[in-house]
Structures are given as C-alpha cells and as structure tokens.
C-alpha cells in the first residue's frame, strides 16, 4: 500500500542546514499496523509528516520516493494532496486538544471533513458525524456532538480526533503518539478502537511511539530509528527479545517492566548499587477524612469523598488511577494550592488544612513542602533561564543573594546532573530531560522534607525517564525526602514505590504494599488497572546480565536482612 524509498528531509535554519530524516525506506503492506520507535529528535514524526506533505516551514523533502497505491506522493500537486489527505491518508495528531478547534463544536469539525471530501452534504452531514462519532464508541453521540472541546475529558477529545481521521474510511492511518498523556485505560479503549476498526475496514497503519511496550502490545512489524535513520527492523517478539543494534537495546532495557530494578532501566555500565533506604515508621502526612466538592450547574461536583490516607517519613507512596479520579485534586490540597472542603492534613504534627491555600505562601512550611509538576515545559518560565528558574525560590523563600545565591544554584545542578554549562539556556534550548532536571532542582532548592511528584516522568522517552528515575531514588535517599508519586503507569509506580494508593471516582478502593496490590491485587478496578497496562514481550538475559543480575539481588536481599 505505502512504499518509501531513501526518504531525506532537510531544515533550513539560521545554522545552516539540519538533515532530519536520512535515506528511510520502508514498505506497509495491506492490512499492516507498522510501529516506528525511538527517541525525540530522532524523525518518527518528520517522516509521517513528510509523507502527508505537512513539513514545517523551513523543511523540505531533498530526495527519495514515497508511493501510495500508484501515486507519487512527493510530486503529486497540492491540489491532489489536499482529496488524498483525510480520504485516503488520515492522521491522528499527538496532542487531541492542540488538534481541535477550541471555539467550534466537534460535532462541526467532524462535518467539515465529510463535506471538505465531499462524503456528505449539509442535509445529512450530522447525521454522518453522529453515525463517526457512534464508530468510535462515543457514548450518548448526539449529545457530544453539540460539546466544545474544553467540555470534554482529555480521552474523549481523543475519540473525536480518532472519529475525524476516520470519518472519511480513509485506507491508510498514521497515529502519532495518540496515547501520550492518556490514563492507561483510556490509552487501552484507544488503542483497540484503531486496531478493531483498521481490522474491520481492512486498513493499514502507521503508530509512531515511543513508548515500545504499546508498540510490541499493538503492532505487526517494528522500525527503530535514530538520529533520522532506521537502525533495526523486525518482528516487536524478535526486537525485545534479541535487539541487534546497541540503541536497541538500550530503549528495550529503558522501557519499565514486571521484575526489574530501577537500576535495571540503565545501561550496565552506568548501573550503580541502589542506595538503602529505611523508611521511619513515623507519620509525615496525615490525611484524614478529606474532601473536595465543586459547584456545578446540575448540583454538587464532589472530586474527593473523604479520603484517609499517611506518607511516613522516607516513604514514597504511589498514587493512581484514571484520569478524573481525583488524584490531582488530592495533590494540589497537599501541595496547599488549593483550600480542602472539609478534613485535615497532618503535616509534620500541625493540620495545615487550617491555613487558606493564599495565606500559605508566606507559611514558613511552604519551604517544606514542594511539587514536581507534570509537564516540564509548561512548569517553567519560557522568559527565565535555567539559573533563573532555580534561584526563584532560594530568593524568594530562602532570601539569599550574591554569591551565595551562585554557589547554591550550582550546588544543586551538581545535585540533579545538569552541566553548569547549561545554566543560562532558556527552556526552549534544552532537552525534556534537562527540563526535568530544572523542575527537580527548583523543587528540592530549600530543603523540603515532602515532595509530591505529579506524572513527572510521563512525557519523556524511555530513557531519559530512566535516568530522571533513578535521579530521583538517589536524591530521596541523600536527602531523606519523603514522595507521593502521582502516576498512571503502574510499571513505574512498582519500581519505585513502597506503597500504593489506588483512587476511584475521588474514593480510595485499594491500598497496600506496592508489591502485594501488583501481584495480588484485591480491588476489581486495581485488577482492571493493571489488565490494561502494556505487557513487552520479556528480554532475553546475556550471561553477564543474568551474573549483574543475580549480584545485585544478593546485595539487596544483604541490605533488607540487616
């Protein structure tokens, strides 16, 4: 169906030129899903973008075929491109929100694909939109159909996206990162919604991720790509369990799975004995019996029913569940940005429940308690550097100046792993590791004894999340923090979480040792949870790692009996 031949994109910038994508070939036969896997940076998205001829500004194709079913998709007119697009070639963009139209009913947009193809026309184009909207398991269909996309769930704008790119039964789909921020049942219903219908309608499809668990769960055949060149292909069995090619094999061994160490996420070279933490049995945080209501238009909103939980001195306790079951809500009352209904927080011995949230900034306990936002980017000031960022709450807390103020901010960088050189870049100029780095030294600037970590790893690539968790287990034992890791991949919560706190429709219904509610989980929705997490195939061990292996868990099973 698609054939690609020696593929080259070029960026032009003030720099010179950048080659993106470097002589890619690859075929997708009928009825395939492909996945294309690696890193940011490395052209997964240029090339899908290069083939529906939608290149930045700057990007041009330099050389290379792309055939789709007869049609030379580099030379054919734009007028051509614009029927092929949508009715032969549909995309799913990364980010559901971005890709919609705000101040537009979805409803509408989905019409105006239907009439741009001529697939309806204003007499039944509603109808047609209800019956693309009723393929892609929207409940109540003609309800939504009248809703703007801020009225709508974070996975129901990614049912829209999906019903807009498949309104016109389109042949071939390329997805792109459709997942990405998604819970990870919603990432579950989306994912067999585009491959139960690419089955049905007897489609192909290209899923780029770089998430290679979903990858392996969902696709026929894997490309590795870096740099802008494919490096390995095969069969996602064949990649897990035998990667050829050294990158390979580090994505695969970065990529969280059941029975693995943090350390094991890093490459063997860089894998350093994990520190022993001895967790006080001393309460930090007490929750007791808190609840946050909202006022909507039908009567209360009721976002947290009252829920009892205690973070212990060095513990980190894990907090899951799906989107809109009250985690952020819970954090952002602890973090005090937000004032609780009803209830107390026992922090340190003192209920800081009792202190409005815009009183607390001036707290002297504001020190204490610290948040490592989700997403890296949008925590920092795009106007501040990276030094910058760090001295805000050391001047503004700690009052510090001068060169002690200096000292401290590269104390702290030496503190994350981020290169003094970096320093005075702004958060555009640096990579999504580097941001999180940033955040992480701003958070643990004054010395907090609690910090609450939402999602902090769930937009970067396998293997930066990798070093970003391993960076934080070796700060929580130097530092002696105490975590509430917010997350929605369990993978990630089972290795570094000695407790976990499963949340359903703002009530707690699961929580224990995280080891026991992984292996055995009690609740129906915790045993749901986990069903829907990606299960990679397993990876075939070298006899060093299996030797590596066995040392290690002799040395920590020493630490535990001591």
């Avoid at 003030?14 to 994508?21: E, F, K, L, T």
């Avoid at 019903?163 to 990870?184: M, Q, S, V, Y």
């Avoid at 929580?511 to 929705?525: L, R």
């Amino acid at each position: 169906m698609l054939s690609v031949k020696d593929l080259s994109v070029i960026f032009h910038t003030r720099r010179g030129a950048v080659d993106a994508v470097r002589g890619v070939s690859f075929d997708v036969a009928k009825g395939e899903i492909l996945g294309i896997v690696g890193e940011s940076g490395s052209g997964k998205s240029v090339t899908s973008y290069a083939l529906m001829r939608i290149l930045d500004a700057g990007g041009t194709i330099k050389a290379g075929e792309a055939t789709y079913s007869g049609i030379d998709l580099r030379r054919a007119r734009e007028h051509d491109m614009r029927d092929i697009r949508g009715r032969e070639i549909s995309m799913i963009f990364q980010n559901p929100r971005a890709a919609l139209n705000p101040i537009r009913k979805v409803g509408h947009q989905i019409e105006d694909v239907l009439r741009q193809h001529a697939r309806a026309t204003r007499y039944d184009a509603r109808d047609k939109a209800i019956a693309a909207m009723e393929a892609v398991k929207i409940n109540d269909a003609a309800a939504r159909y009248e809703a703007y996309p801020f009225e709508l769930s974070g996975g129901m704008c990614q049912r829209i996206v999906c019903a807009i790119a498949l309104a016109c039964k389109p042949r071939l789909l390329i997805a792109d990162e459709p997942t990405t921020g998604l819970d990870i049942t919603t990432q579950k219903a989306v994912m067999d919604l585009v491959r139960d219908l690419i089955r049905e309608r007897d489609m192909s499809s290209i899923l780029i991720t770089h998430d290679l668990g979903l990858a392996a769960q969902y696709c026929d055949r894997l490309i590795v790509m870096k740099d802008g060149q494919i490096i390995e292909q095969g069969d996602p069995e064949q990649i897990f369990s035998q990667p050829q090619h050294p990158y390979s094999r580090k994505l695969v061994d970065a990529t969280p799975r059941a029975g693995a160490s943090v350390r094991d996420l890093l490459p063997a070279e860089a894998r350093a004995p994990e520190p022993r933490i001895v967790i006080s049995d001393q309460p930090l945080v007490e929750v007791r019996d808190l609840v946050k209501t909202y006022a909507g238009k039908s009567g209360p909103v009721h976002a947290v029913k009252g829920i009892s939980f205690t973070v212990n001195k060095s513990q980190c306790v894990g907090l899951v569940g799906e989107s809109g079951c009250g985690k952020s809500t819970t954090s952002e009352m602890l973090v005090r940005l937000m004032d609780a209904t009803s209830g107390q927080i026992i922090f340190d011995g003192n209920d800081i429940a009792q202190t409005p949230a815009r009183g607390f900034a001036k707290d002297p306990r504001r020190a204490e308690i610290q948040m490592v936002f989700q997403d890296a980017t949008d925590s920092l000031n795009p106007r501040h550097s990276a030094r910058q960022a760090i001295a805000e709450p050391l001047q503004r807390l700690g009052k510090m100046r001068g060169a002690a103020l200096s000292v401290r901010i590269e104390e702290l960088a030496g503190l994350v792993g981020l290169p003094l050189s970096l320093l005075d870049r702004f958060p555009h100029q640096l990579s999504g590791g580097q941001k999180a780095r940033v955040g992480i030294a701003r958070a643990v600037a004054l010395d907090p004894k609690f910090l609450i970590l939402d999602e902090p790893t769930a937009a970067l690539d396998v293997s930066i999340q990798a070093v970003v968790l391993n960076l934080l287990v070796d700060l929580r034992a130097k530092l002696g923090l105490s975590y509430l890791f917010v997350s929605h991949d369990l993978h990630v919560v089972r290795l570094l979480c000695d407790h976990v706190i499963v949340m359903k429709d703002g009530e707690i219904v699961e929580e224990g040792p995280a080891a026991q509610v992984m292996s055995q989980p009690q609740s129906p929705y915790t045993k749901s949870l986990i069903a829907a997490a990606p299960k990679p195939p397993k990876r075939a061990a070298t006899i060093d790692q299996l030797e590596t292996s066995d040392a290690q868990h002799s040395a920590l099973h020493d630490q535990r009996a001591s």
